[in-house]
């Protein structure tokens, strides 16, 4: 250890672009205009982490970041969960009764558009990090998706786009029409792409960590982000899904897409207070952890020496003075110190830093696949929960509907109320007792989500055979046939997924935030939206899987089939219940084996 000149070691760069480089201000120079505020502020009044403006100059602590600028980006996402809830917890009921989907079609529809949803902000990190920086690209992309959600209100109001309807039956909608509706739902989610992975942690950048007050403040920036989603989400639950159902679907989409483009209006008002962090020139990310992983398998006969000293870095005055990140070396993943080894290398080495961020990436991407499972059940909630609702009472009184997909509202609600009580009064309860600054660890956290997730199914199996029974003993066959059951039944299994959500929704988003180097954390929120993306697709596996087998050891019926008053939810949810206490056990094993980030100047019960 001990080199000092950057260039030794394997960072990797990217073409640069000229086009680019005249359309985005530069964030590597300052104009005489920052040396003059340099000049004239206190030195400890701008930020020590680094920060500029949107046109690469220092910026002050004082007016700039923190929460006048996070509330901004809070209020935005409760407007965007508002806009993607009010079009995804309703979807299966608009294909069913509009579009003449069956209930396993609309069910692996809904889930392949959600699932593409949180799967482009994959793409959307990757050109945050390596090209436009999280602003811009945010900006973009936020254009594409409000023009996706004015042709989808487009789709379900004029009448040349829409099928016509009388006493709710519905002729069949045009070639035309199907698609020109399936085009407004995927530009959104192209549009979603480039707005979800960037917004959360453009959010988490207003805040200092080099400065121990916003250090704190950025300790509870993802309890109240997730505060402003579930605000989005009950109100799209609650008031547009009642719209829907009892209105006007142009009437309810159209409310979203206003209050979308009302929201992006106040982000870009607060423009001048947001604080950017200074993007590498020609940085490729991914690059990097690719020279890792060939380095180290070019080094695959050398031996790792036994002191770590003795593996390439840079001093830490280097990092301190550049602002960067330094990272502690860790004994997972041995093999990839070879990567750092500088006697007998023919290759240009590595840093130790380098070496464990890839580290970083292997050991999330572990914990990634067990939060898979839990990532799916996500899904029923939106799709069979509903489809069971809809078979059951909906009347509350003479005159009062509920609409199935509005239960979903309860455990919106629930997560609305608990989460500022998890983090004002939970975490310093636990944190009395633990001496962890968060309360518990965030795999901790985790884990007791994925535990009551699985309680939440549990109790969508015993209103399942509660529904049955009453089945039975009525002799009720007829797919259109209203089992005599209310549908309050079904409020615990909401409530129960809500406190779930508390711990796991707000625990994702966080662990794979922190734990992410900090040049990557665009992509490292990925792993939180693609988690969610690939979910949905593997609850349309499962949905498909139970489908094919039940029919083929049950005569051709499926336990999921077109009559729910004819079919076994029942065995698909002990399908489910099985398959989630698997997948904790798993998850239990990788959180036991994962180590946490280290940073040089972070203490040890922070970073857990």
């Given amino acids: 250890m001990g080199l000092k000149v950057p260039s030794e070691s394997c960072s990797v760069v990217t073409p640069s672009s000229s086009l680019l480089s005249s359309l985005l201000p530069s964030r590597q120079k300052h104009d005489c205009s920052s040396c003059k505020l340099i000049g004239e502020a206190a030195n400890d009044d701008l930020t020590q982490d680094g920060s500029v403006d949107l046109h690469g100059r220092p910026v002050l602590a004082s007016k700039t970041g923190k929460w006048k600028a996070a509330a901004l980006l809070v209020g935005y996402e409760a407007f965007e969960r508002m806009a993607y809830y009010g079009v995804a917890s309703n979807l299966v009921v608009y294909l069913t009764t509009k579009l003449d989907e069956d209930t396993v079609s609309s069910t692996i529809n809904v889930n392949y558009w959600s699932g593409l949803v949180w799967i482009t902000p994959i793409f959307g990190a990757y050109i945050a990090d390596t090209y436009l920086g999280r602003f811009w690209?945010?900006?973009?992309?936020?254009?594409?998706?409000?023009?996706?959600?004015?042709?989808?209100?487009?789709?379900?109001?004029?009448?040349?786009?829409?099928?016509?309807?009388?006493?709710?039956?519905?002729?069949?909608?045009?070639?035309?029409?199907?698609?020109?509706?399936?085009?407004?739902?995927?530009?959104?989610?192209?549009?979603?792409?480039?707005?979800k992975p960037n917004i959360s942690t453009f959010g988490a950048d207003q805040f200092d960590e080099f400065n121990p007050h916003?250090?704190?403040?950025?300790?509870?920036?993802?309890?109240?982000?997730?505060?402003?989603?579930?605000?989005?989400?009950?109100?799209?639950?609650?008031?547009?899904?009642?719209?829907?159902?009892?209105?006007?679907?142009?009437?309810?989409?159209?409310?979203?897409?206003?209050?979308?483009?009302?929201?992006?209006?106040?982000?870009?008002?607060?423009?001048?207070?947001?604080?950017?962090?200074?993007?590498?020139?020609?940085?490729?990310?991914?690059?990097?952890?690719?020279?890792?992983?060939?380095?180290?398998?070019?080094?695959?006969?050398?031996?790792?020496?036994?002191?770590?000293?003795?593996?390439?870095?840079?001093?830490?005055?280097?990092?301190?003075?550049?602002?960067?990140?330094?990272?502690?070396?860790?004994?997972?993943?041995?093999?990839?110190?070879?990567?750092?080894?500088?006697?007998?290398?023919?290759?240009?080495?590595?840093?130790?830093?380098?070496?464990?961020?890839?580290?970083?990436?292997?050991?999330?991407?572990v914990i990634w696949f067990t939060l898979l499972v839990p990532s799916a059940f996500w899904a029923e909630k939106e799709t069979i929960f509903i489809k069971q609702g809809?078979?059951?009472?909906?009347?509350?009184?003479?005159s009062f509907r509920v609409p199935p997909a509005s239960l979903s509202s309860i455990r919106d609600l629930f997560v609305v109320v608990a989460s500022p009580f998890y983090d004002l009064y939970f975490v310093p309860f636990m944190r009395q007792r633990t001496s962890n600054p968060r309360g518990i660890t965030i795999l901790q956290r985790l884990g007791i989500g994925s535990a009551i997730q699985v309680v939440a199914i549990a109790m969508a199996y015993f209103v399942e055979l509660r529904r049955l029974y009453i089945i039975k003993v009525d002799r009720i066959t007829g797919a259109e046939d209203i089992v005599p059951m209310s549908i309050v039944w079904q409020l615990p299994q909401y409530v129960v997924m809500g406190l779930s959500d508390v711990f796991l929704s707000t625990g994702m988003l966080e662990f794979f935030y922190d734990q992410s180097p900090k040049d990557m954390q665009s992509l490292g929120t990925t792993f939180f939206t693609s988690a969610v993306g690939?979910?949905?697709?593997?609850?349309?596996?499962?949905?498909?899987?139970?489908?094919?087998?039940?029919?083929?050891?049950?005569?051709?019926?499926?336990?999921?089939g077109n009559n729910l008053n004819d079919s076994h939810l029942d065995c698909y949810f002990i399908f489910l219940l099985v398959l989630g206490t698997l997948n904790f056990g798993a998850f239990f094993w990788a959180s036991n084996a994962y180590i946490y980030k280290k940073e040089m100047k972070e203490d040890d019960g922070y970073a857990a």
């Fill in 137 to 195: 690209t945010f900006t973009i992309a936020s254009l594409v998706y409000i023009i996706g959600m004015i042709l989808l209100t487009m789709a379900v109001s004029l009448k040349s786009l829409k099928p016509s309807c009388v006493n709710q039956f519905c002729s069949k909608a045009s070639s035309f029409q199907i698609a020109f509706f399936y085009v407004a739902l995927y530009i959104i989610a192209i549009g979603a792409g480039g707005t």
């Fill in 214 to 365: 916003e250090k704190q403040l950025k300790a509870a920036f993802f309890n109240w982000w997730i505060f402003g989603c579930y605000t989005g989400s009950f109100i799209a639950h609650s008031a547009l899904v009642y719209i829907q159902d009892n209105l006007s679907w142009g009437v309810g989409y159209g409310i979203a897409t206003v209050g979308l483009a009302m929201s992006l209006i106040f982000f870009y008002i607060g423009t001048p207070i947001y604080r950017h962090k200074q993007r590498k020139a020609n940085y490729s990310p991914a690059g990097e952890i690719v020279k890792v992983i060939t380095t180290a398998i070019g080094n695959r006969k050398l031996q790792i020496p036994k002191q770590i000293p003795q593996l390439h870095e840079l001093e830490p005055q280097y990092y301190l003075s550049s602002g960067k990140e330094q990272i502690h070396h860790t004994a997972n993943f041995r093999f990839l110190d070879k990567a750092a080894i500088i006697e007998g290398s023919s290759r240009a080495p590595c840093t130790v830093t380098q070496v464990q961020k890839t580290k970083l990436l292997i050991g999330m991407t």
């Fill in 390 to 398: 809809t078979t059951m009472d909906c009347n509350l009184g003479s």
């Fill in 534 to 560: 690939v979910g949905s697709f593997l609850h349309s596996f499962l949905v498909k899987l139970v489908d094919y087998v039940s029919r083929k050891v049950n005569d051709g019926k499926s336990w999921i």
